[in-house]
């Protein structure tokens, strides 16, 4: 074999082996890109909390006033300035020196001996000031109560966040159960639609009989489609909520199984009522409120003391700054109290502003009494709807036990002979809504104990009357 046909063999050799593992290896990355994130209710919480975009613009504004609040006590930091000033006068001015030589001694003023470096003067200055009002401290204590306020209402985005993850969780859950049931109903109508067809073959049923069965099939097949679809985007809207980039498949691991419990609505209330987060914000509202009312007070009926140093070196003759006898200190140690007067007019801007908060602190009240009073009926609203959820539950687990047994019999009465198709129908959409309606309702159960436990701040589960 010549040397070219060497080169040739081992040329297709090596396009043959690219052809076979190139597109397998394409195959393995695209099935790795597919491959979907296994997500349960706990990791799907942990997940939004960490990159929740909503979460992340909250994390800011928390760094933002937990930032002003560090730093609060540089109010009583002193400003400090430092400046240098050169100067050219127009015309020659003589020094002191030559006019009193020229008085005593008649010695002439020269005209312009160094007469350029006569014109200019050099003035520095260094300028400490600090200006201090009781005023500050109630500042300072209203920047930290803001802080704590944005504690709060970081906690209240956690926990709305965690509700609707949950909720939706829960909801995607049930929508999966939807299609399984839809699906397994699909399935049944494929087996029927098939022994029909056999049926008739072998002529035991008209003809008539077979098309409805599959009819009864066919009708069925876009509706499951459509529920697949959304289904698909349902679970792609969840992924991007949870701050998942677009276009990532999850497959959800759990199962609406809501552990019962017993309550009472004016008890779990007195105990828990004020864990409201949003109680617990207008609570730290009014705290600051009253706080910079109780700054702007002190502002109007106290003095202020302002203290100043500067250092202020001039140079104003031709002499050099090292020259002790060419310059001296023109700064100075200052102390002013100050007091604004016209702030206690009661017409003044001052005043003004704190008639404004004394009406916000009003406002604030009522609504925190209003939301108590709406909190408290939300509880019982929600302890009701629990218990009215757990009866249902119960009522539809034994209905399915019916509903089951039902179309067990009526399938075997098909299957023989005595039972028309329309009464097997008739038999499986009643055990479907049992199954449905008991899916639901633990849903609702699960639902209306995360709402309960998000208005009380608190975690219910296995609590007892």
Partial sequence: MTKNNLIKLSFMN???????????????????????ITLTIEKAVDYANKN??????????????????????????????????????NDYIPG?????????????IPDDYDSEKERWTGVGNLGVSLNLSLALIQN???THASFEAGKITWQQALKENELNVRKLFYALLLQQENLKVKETTLENARQRARQSETNYKNGMIPELSMLQAQVTYENQRPEIDKARQD??????????LLGMPVGTKIELVGKISPTFVELDADKIFNEYGMNNLDVQNIKKQIEICKMKLSAVDLKSFTPALSLGWNYQPLLMTAGEWNDSDARYDNGNLSLTLAWTISDMLPFSANRQTAKDLKDTIRSLEVKMTTLIQNNELTVKKSVDSLSQAKKA?????????LAQRSYDMTAVAYRNGTKELLDLRDAENSLNQAKLG????????????????????????????
């Avoid at 396009?15 to 597919?34: D, G």
């Avoid at 289904?231 to 991007?240: G, K, M, T």
């Fill in 14 to 36: 090596v396009l043959l082996l690219s052809l076979i593992f190139v597109p397998a290896a394409a195959q393995n990355s695209e099935e790795k890109e597919q491959t979907p």
């Fill in 52 to 89: 929740s975009r909503s979460l992340k613009v909250a994390k800011i504004d928390l760094e933002m006033s937990e930032r002003a609040s560090k730093y609060a006590w540089n109010v009583f930091w002193p400003t400090v300035t430092v400046s240098g000033t050169a100067s050219r006068a």
């Fill in 96 to 108: 002191t020196g030559d006019i009193l030589k020229n008085a005593m001694g008649g010695v002439p």
């Fill in 140 to 142: 300072i204590r209203s």
């Fill in 231 to 240: 289904l698909a985007q349902s679970l792609d809207n969840f992924a991007f």
């Fill in 393 to 401: 539950i119960e009522s539809n687990q034994r209905n399915i036990k």
């Fill in 438 to 465: 008991a899916l639901n309702e633990q849903y609702n159960y699960l639902s209306y104990l995360l709402d309960l436990e998000y208005t009380l701040n608190t975690k219910l589960t296995g609590e007892t009357k």
